[in-house]
């Protein structure tokens, strides 16, 4: 597992491209995927650690 988890600006962009293109399945949540309140980013992680 990789989290990234660093500034306000979603990096990691090409590296989340190469996981996928490896075959691994990728989740990109919180203001990765669009910029919102904390709670929102926090439901959506409790979701993906159900997925697991």
């Given amino acids: 597992m990789v ?3 660093v500034g306000q600006k979603p990096y990691g962009l090409e590296l989340i491209k190469e ?25 959506e992680g409790f979701y993906a650690g159900l997925d697991i």
């Fill in 3 to 5: 989290v990234l988890a």
């Fill in 19 to 43: 996981i996928k293109k490896a075959g691994y399945k990728v989740t990109v949540l919180g203001d990765a995927k669009k910029p919102r309140k904390f709670i929102d980013a926090t439901r």
